[in-house]
């Protein structure tokens, strides 16, 4: 009885190491779920959540401020929620905080980014913060009517100081593109010495500096 016990254990044993497509390969993902897909996911709902947090304090100041523009010293409104009227601070730049009233003018920041951290008291007595950030681009140069001097045309105009103007001037059958540089007073002058053929022409113009352009 012994002897026949043993060998039926022995034939299954042999049975389950021979027949090895039977197993099923279980990966530890599979297990453990996959670890970089969460890490996106728990990402994805943190900045999900901050983003309604920040629209949520934005309304409650109804603070209107955009994310780019070329006027340096742009007006912001805002208002106060708090039941007090504790009043809204302002800090640009890390700069330290300061008490504003709407309409708020902004000091005429540089080109480039910038952050502005609000500081307010909510209609429930809890202090907010909110961060935004604002990029100040050049604003467009101004183009002056052409004019031909000694039998060249030149262009010329006003734009921020000491900035790098790029012209563009274009007809259906020619296309140049030239730059310039702006004196510290912001005045831009191109001449123009190739003989142009005769045709109706276009000029646009934007202004860079630091990496920044203005619109056309």
């Known amino acids: ?54 629209d949520a304090i934005t309304n409650l100041l109804k603070l209107d401020i955009p994310v780019q523009t070329d006027n340096p010293s742009f007006a912001l409104t805002f208002v106060d929620p708090s039941e007090q009227k504790s009043g809204v601070q302002l800090e640009i730049d890390k700069n330290g905080y300061k008490n504003i009233t709407s ?5 005429a920041l540089s080109i480039g980014g ?40 030149v ?23 030239l730059s310039t540089q702006s004196d510290s007073d912001g005045k831009w002058s191109i001449t123009i010495s190739e003989n142009l053929p005769t045709n109706v022409y276009t000029f646009t113009a934007y202004a860079r500096k630091y990496g920044f352009a203005s619109n056309l």
């Not at 952050?115 to 002056?144: C, H, M, W, Y």
């Open 1 to 54: 009885m012994k002897k026949l016990l043993f060998g039926t254990i022995a034939t299954l044993l042999f049975i389950s190491v021979a027949c090895p497509a039977f197993a099923t390969e279980i990966k530890i993902s599979d297990v453990l779920g996959d670890s970089s897909n969460q890490k996106t996911t728990t990402v994805q709902e943190l900045n999900q959540k901050e983003q309604e947090r920040t």
């Open 103 to 107: 309409p708020y003018t902004l000091p």
């Open 114 to 153: 910038h952050s502005l951290k609000f500081k307010f008291v909510d209609g429930d007595g809890a202090t907010q913060v909110l961060t935004k950030e604002i990029t100040i681009l050049p604003r467009p140069p101004i183009i002056n009517t052409p004019e031909i001097v000694e039998g060249k045309l």
């Open 155 to 177: 262009i010329s105009g006003s734009a921020l100081a000491s900035s790098e103007v790029i012209l563009a001037l274009s007809s259906d059958s020619k296309m140049l593109t």
